[in-house]
Structure formats: C-alpha cells, structure tokens
C-alpha cells in the first residue's frame, strides 16, 4: 500500500556525514504517518534510530544518536531525511526507512511499511 525508498548511503571515513532520503508513495496522505529510521548490522537485531510524528512536531532518537543525527520530514515531498554528522564505524549497517500510522514508536514490529534499506559503512 505504501512504497518506501532509501537512498543516500554510501562508503565514508569516521567522521563524515551523510544524509539518507526515503520517499514515499501510494497508501494514505504522507502526514497521516509517523516514520522512523531504523538499522541493522549483521548478525544483531534491528534497532531504532530515529523517529518523528507526521506533523513534523515531535521527533525522538535513540542514544546513539542524540547530538549526532537529525531527522526531519518535507510532507509536500513525501519525504523524510536523516541527517547523519560525525558518523563512526560503530554506525555501520543497513537503514531502513518505515511507516506507521500516527504515533512515533521505538519497536520494529509497530511499523506497518518498510522500505529495503539502504548501507552505510563507515571506515576508521
């Protein structure tokens, strides 16, 4: 119902940015939904990231992101970004971008739509 696309990862060295995109398209009006940035490394559970309230309003970030990265989201877009400065090799995995409607929520099984992720590695 609603499609996800990341993009934006890529190769970088410890300390550089990066600033991942995820566009939506199809299901309901893209503020009726809060989305959130998700990731993964290999063999560990997926984490959340970051998340903020179809409005705009209201954002959340888990610790190891706070101070580093920022999410935002351009409704006449469809669009949602995550801002990603002063990035470490212990950022390194897959992001995914999600969708559910309403609330912002910490837990991967709340979220409804998932986009297929995009890598990010980060090189010491």
């Known amino acids: 119902q609603v499609q996800l696309v990341e993009s934006g990862g890529g190769l970088v060295q410890a300390g550089d940015s990066l600033r991942l995109s995820c566009a939506a398209s199809?299901?309901?009006?893209?503020?009726?939904?809060?989305m959130g940035w998700f990731r993964q490394a290999p063999g560990k559970e997926r984490e959340f990231v970051a998340g903020?309230?179809?409005?705009?309003?209201?954002?959340s970030y888990a610790e190891p992101a706070k101070g580093r990265f920022a999410i935002s989201r351009d409704n006449a877009k469809n669009t949602m970004y995550l801002q990603m400065n002063n990035l470490k090799p212990g950022d390194t995995a897959v992001y995914y971008c999600?969708?559910?409607?309403?609330?912002?929520?910490?837990?991967?099984?709340?979220?409804?739509?998932w986009g297929q992720g995009t890598q990010v590695t980060v090189s010491s």
């Open positions: 999600a969708a559910r409607f309403w609330l912002i929520q910490s837990t991967p099984a709340t979220y409804d739509y």
């Open positions: 903020i309230s179809g409005s705009g309003g209201s954002r």
């Open positions: 199809g299901g309901r009006t893209f503020s009726s939904y809060a």
